[in-house]
């Protein structure tokens, strides 16, 4: 799941098996309220972050083994953690991840932004893992890989959403090394240095994704099928940034109807 909405991650799709979709359903409920609380609207930080921390109350008040108080909290402990016996510390990550969101506007370097992915990404190819029943130590690597990368390409394809929330997840290390102002984004302009930048991070993702990829066909059934699919909306993401020169300011990339019907074919070949 991507911070923004997860709409790289066909998150619960028909394709998942039946007895998983309800689990899904109650993660994604979980991350998108979250994820809510610290971008969405106009309140001040202090009360984004009072919303996350009562949120980890109830995820305290699940981990006593006690019923929390909301219906969210109730839906995911009965429909997710507790038939599954999903490990909560995921969960903690993930809001870690968001207050981060609400107080760091800026990344120093590509391992300061790895490391970001590591709890607002990662923990959720970690879960449906855990619904799987797939945690061996090389499964969970591979998943580490492909949810950094779908992090990052969401990341490079909102540069401009993001810069009007006042983010810049670009590394500013990376923006010196190319020759490229955080003025020249509040421009919006395109130009040969920041083509070069993005095609550099794009690059990077990609190999990760490639790196994870070998997942794709290790779960098996729907539940691979799923996986193949996402890898592959990743990757198809990346091709449209280099196909519109990187111009994130005019269009933003994303993927269409005709997309998903070339996904889901490929897909279906590649198990």
């Not at 590591?118 to 797939?134: I, Q």
Request: net charge positive; charged share 30%.
């Amino acid at each position: 799941m991507s911070v923004n909405h997860y709409e790289n991650f066909p998150v619960g799709s028909l394709v998942l098996p039946r007895r998983l979709r309800k689990p899904v359903h109650a993660v994604y409920a979980f991350a998108r309220t979250a994820d809510d609380i610290a971008d969405e609207g106009d309140a001040a930080d202090e009360v984004r972050l009072q919303g996350l921390n009562d949120l980890q109350k109830e995820l305290d008040t699940i981990s006593r083994g006690e019923t929390p108080q909301t219906a969210l909290m109730q839906r995911l402990q009965r429909e997710a953690v507790r038939p599954f016996q999903i490990p909560l510390q995921p969960f903690y990550d993930l809001l870690d991840a968001f207050k981060q969101d609400v107080v760091k506007k800026r990344y120093e370097n590509f391992g300061e932004l790895v490391d970001y992915c590591r709890k607002s990404a990662n923990p959720v190819g970690r879960m449906m893992l855990h619904l799987y029943g797939e945690t061996d130590s090389r499964s969970i690597a591979q998943s580490d890989g492909i949810c950094t990368a779908l992090q990052l390409i969401n990341f490079w394809q909102d540069v401009a959403v993001d810069w009007q929330k006042g983010r810049v997840y670009l590394p500013q290390e990376d923006l010196r090394k190319f020759g490229v102002s955080e003025a020249q984004i509040g421009e919006s302009r395109v130009d040969f240095a920041f083509q070069r930048l993005m095609a550099y991070e794009c690059e990077k993702a990609h190999k990760m994704l490639k790196a994870g990829s070998p997942l794709g066909k290790t779960l098996k059934g729907r539940v691979g099928l799923e996986l193949r699919m996402i890898i592959l909306g990743g990757q198809r993401i990346i091709q449209k940034l280099e196909e519109n020169k990187y111009d994130v300011f005019a269009q933003r990339p994303k993927l269409e109807m005709k997309d998903w019907w070339k996904i889901v074919k490929r897909a279906l070949q590649k198990k």
